[in-house]
């Protein structure tokens, strides 16, 4: 069964500092990975897309990574800010479908 | 600028009622999903559809049903509305690409909307 497990369920951190998300997946055969940010009350919205062959990916302060030998993702959130607060999300889809398999998303609060 | 939108942020509804739910695009894609989402569950599928008058059963169907009448236009159906389906529920888009654009069909980013609080009293 395809399952994406992310950690820490929730974490709080001062701003400016950084932080960073996980997400572990066994979803086979793997097609491309991808981080939403969900704030409180509205849809989620993505940040990156990963696939196969990519390592890294930035999105201004996001850096998003993928091992896909150890089928591990990080999000890397530099410098926070107090609208970093919000739920990430981390989404693998297998190849050939349109359907994918949700991690139930890390909770981050920032604390001025 | 792609947009998907639902026809309400907020609904209170009771026990046994029929209750739909409707989710707008207007980025012309093929399909459309409906999810709802939980507190530490995540998301999960409901209904999908890949084009007009089809659909698909996802994860959890049951106690909803859904209607494709129009390319634009997804509606999810609560046919007798119970408590336990209070909860936010998602509508997403996405594009459903050409075989000469040589990508997965996964490629696509699913759009979302921002989401209808339902509650069941």
């Known amino acids: 069964k395809n399952q994406v497990e992310q950690s820490p369920q929730s974490l709080i951190i001062l701003e400016g500092k950084n932080c960073t998300l996980q997400?572990?997946?066994?979803?086979?055969?793997?097609?491309?990975l991808r981080w939403y940010k969900q704030d409180t009350g509205r849809g989620p919205v993505s940040l990156t897309i990963?696939?196969?062959?990519?390592n890294t990916k930035s999105n201004g302060r996001y850096t998003a990574t993928l091992d896909a030998d150890t089928k591990q993702s990080s999000l890397h959130i530099t410098a926070s800010q107090l609208s970093d607060s919000a739920s990430y999300i981390c989404v693998v889809f297998s190849g050939g479908s349109y359907i994918p398999t949700f991690g139930r998303g890390t909770s981050l609060i920032v604390h001025p | 600028d792609v947009k998907v939108t639902q026809s309400s942020r907020y609904l209170v509804k009771r026990t046994g009622e029929k209750v739909f739910l409707e989710c707008v695009q207007d980025?012309?894609?093929?399909?459309m999903f409906w999810y709802r989402q939980d507190p530490g569950l995540g998301l999960r599928l409901i209904y999908f559809?890949?084009?007009?008058?089809?659909?698909e059963k996802g994860d959890i169907p049951e106690g909803y049903s859904v209607s494709r009448e129009k390319k634009e236009r997804f509606s999810l159906i609560l046919e007798s509305a119970s408590t336990n389906q209070t909860s936010m529920y998602l509508c997403?888009?996405?594009?459903?690409?050409?075989?000469?654009?040589?990508?997965?069909?996964?490629?696509?980013?699913?759009?979302f909307g921002p989401g209808t609080r339902l509650t069941v009293t």
């Open positions: 997403a888009s996405s594009l459903f690409p050409s075989l000469s654009s040589g990508r997965a069909p996964s490629y696509y980013e699913q759009y």
């Open positions: 980025m012309d894609h093929e399909n």
């Open positions: 559809s890949y084009d007009v008058k089809m659909k």
């Open positions: 997400c572990n997946y066994t979803v086979s055969p793997f097609s491309n």
């Open positions: 990963m696939t196969f062959s990519e």
